[in-house]
Structure formats: structure tokens, C-alpha cells
């Protein structure tokens, strides 16, 4: 069975054995497992063992959906909602199989605010979200499709996919980067986000305490170390954020002890300034990740 459903999501198979489970609770992948040179099947992504997976809170790990804001609100229209939306903390519907073949094995996930009075009283926009989640040999691929179904109105939202890496933090590097305009999120400035940096580095790590927002990125990048690694390849999706907490990760009350040691969070999104979607009109940002062969 190349799709298995559980009572907490749906579990994906793909005929060369990788597999990648989705749960219902915030369209969260939270494991995407391939095999490595050795033919063992290895986690490619980090999830943490104190993560809740129940649904009473964001899953610390895997890939959680960000929408309609990154980070704390800034747009009058979220006003009520809590850092990084609510995407993440709401139960989405399965919607089908969208492809079942050599090529992939595809679902489709709807998170739809009709009726939803938890979703409207805090953000009473028309629209509906759409998220498929393409496994195929060596990628898995993330689509988020946003319509906005108001016949008048203009929907302004950010989107970002929290990807969580598994990978030797402080052995990990990002690139290319270099020369791209950035804001960086952990200097106690007031402002940040209107006191821009240029990344001077070639290669990026996260050996300190990182939490960068980089603007209009190349929207293809390497997240490699010694022993392996991982493509990331966007669509729509112009901006970049890394983040590892290093030593602060002690203050995450649902990360793992040391866990920030064993991942990297490299999110495409959408997160500098909003998308501006015209009434009737539907917007996707995609994400494919590839294993570097290992
Ligand atoms: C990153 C942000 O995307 O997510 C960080 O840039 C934030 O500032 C991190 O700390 C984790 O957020 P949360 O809400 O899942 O703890």
C-alpha cells in the first residue's frame, strides 16, 4: 500500500522503500525517511522526543506549515493570531491521492475556514489552503497552494515552511548565500527588521546562536555536511530563513536536551513584506528536497 492512513495522519511509501509521514495536526511532516549508500533507510529529518504530536501544540520538528504570518504579527489582519499563524495548530482534512506510481506517491491535505469558528474569530478572511506532499525516490516535495475565495477583497499573508534538517549543527553549512541582504533576528536592536546586513560569508553555519531572515534569495540552496546533505529547491517562496538556537535551545520547553545539536532550520517562505493575492486569484509556493547522495 504506497498510502497508509493512522489515526493521526497518512504515512507515504514509495516503491524504492523511502517513506514520509504527514500527520493531520498542522499538515506536519514529521518524517521523511530514505536510504543511504549502505541501503539503510535514515531519517532526513529532525523531530523532537519531547515533541507533542497530539495536537495540543506546534510540533517542534519535522516541516510545520507558517501561514498567514511569520514570526510575531505585524500586519493589522493578524492581529489576533499567535507567532508563526495558525496553519500549524489546526487540524487540516485529507483530501485524495493525488498520484500513485513509479514516479510518486502524492496526497492532498485542505485546510478550509468554512465553519471553523476557531480559525474565524481570529482571522475572518475568505480563502482556503491546499497542501500536497510528493515523495518519490531521493525527494520529497511540499506544495502549498493558497486561494484567496473572497469575490472583493485582497487576501495579504506570509507563508514559510519550517523545515527542520537533521544534520551535525555545528558541522553544517548553507550555501550560496554570499552577498544577499539579511535581517538578523537575534541582535537585541529594536529594529532588525528595518536594519538590514549583507552576508559576506560563502559558506553559512550555525556554530553560534542563529536566527537570520535572508530577502530574495536564490531559492536553491545546499544544506551539506561531511557526510551528506540536502538540496532545498523553492518556488515563490523569495526568502530564507536559518535558525538553530544553539545553547538557548535549554529555554524550548519541548526541545530535546542537546537536540539543537542535530538539526538546522533552512525555511523558504514568503516572510519579507506580504503577498498580495488579488481577489478569486490562488497562489503556490513549493519546496523540493533532494538528498545529496550520502
Ligand atoms: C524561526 C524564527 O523561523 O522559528 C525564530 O525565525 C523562532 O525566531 C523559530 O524562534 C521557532 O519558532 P517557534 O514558534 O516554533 O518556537
Known amino acids: 500500500m504506497p498510502t497508509e492512513k493512522t489515526g493521526r495522519g497518512v504515512v507515504l511509501k ?37 515533541a507533542s504530536l497530539d495536537g495540543s501544540k506546534p510540533v517542534r520538528g519535522g516541516i510545520p506549515v507558517v501561514f498567514p504570518c511569520f514570526g510575531q504579527p505585524s500586519h493589522p489582519d493578524h492581529s489576533k493570531l499567535a507567532q508563526h499563524g495558525f496553519a500549524r495548530s489546526q487540524t487540516w482534512n485529507f483530501d485524495s491521492v493525488v498520484m500513485d506510481n513509479e514516479a510518486g506517491v502524492s496526497i492532498r491535505l485542505v485546510l478550509d475556514p468554512t465553519g471553523n469558528e476557531a480559525i474565524s474569530a481570529i482571522y475572518p478572511k475568505s480563502f482556503k489552503l491546499t497542501y500536497v506532499v510528493t515523495l518519490a525516490a531521493h ?3 511540499t506544495d502549498l497552494h493558497v486561494e484567496n475565495t473572497s469575490p472583493s477583497e485582497t487576501l495579504e ?18 550555501t550560496p ?28 553555519d550555525v556554530k553560534r546562536y542563529t536566527d537570520a531572515v535572508y530577502e530574495n534569495g536564490p531559492m536553491k540552496y545546499r544544506v551539506t555536511w561531511p557526510t551528506g546533505g540536502v538540496e532545498i529547491k523553492a518556488r515563490n517562496f523569495k526568502d530564507v530563513v536559518i535558525w538553530n538556537p544553539q545553547e538557548k535551545g535549554h529555554m524550548i520547553g519541548d526541545m530535546e536536551s542537546d537536540g539543537w ?9 514568503y516572510v519579507r513584506g506580504f ?15 533532494t538528498v545529496i547522495q550520502d
Do not use: M
Open 139 to 141: 525527494q520529497l516535495s
Open 14 to 50: 514509495h516503491s524504492t522503500g523511502c517513506t514520509a509521514e504527514v500527520l493531520f495536526y498542522g499538515a506536519t511532516v514529521v518524517s521523511w525517511k530514505v536510504s543511504d549508500a549502505s541501503a539503510e533507510l535514515k531519517e532526513r529529518l529532525f523531530v523532537s522526543s519531547k
Open 157 to 174: 499573508f506570509q507563508a514559510l515552511l519550517h523545515n527542520y534538517i537533521r544534520a551535525p549543527a555545528d558541522d553544517v553549512v548553507v
Open 177 to 204: 548565500l554570499q552577498g544577499l541582504q539579511f535581517y538578523d533576528k537575534t541582535e537585541s536592536t529594536e529594529h532588525p527588521r528595518t536594519n538590514p546586513k549583507v552576508e559576506n560569508r560563502h559558506e553559512v
Open 275 to 289: 503577498e498580495k493575492l488579488g481577489p478569486q486569484k490562488a497562489w503556490i509556493g513549493q519546496q523540493v528536497l
Open 261 to 269: 545539536k542535530n538539526y538546522i532550520c533552512v525555511e523558504p517562505g
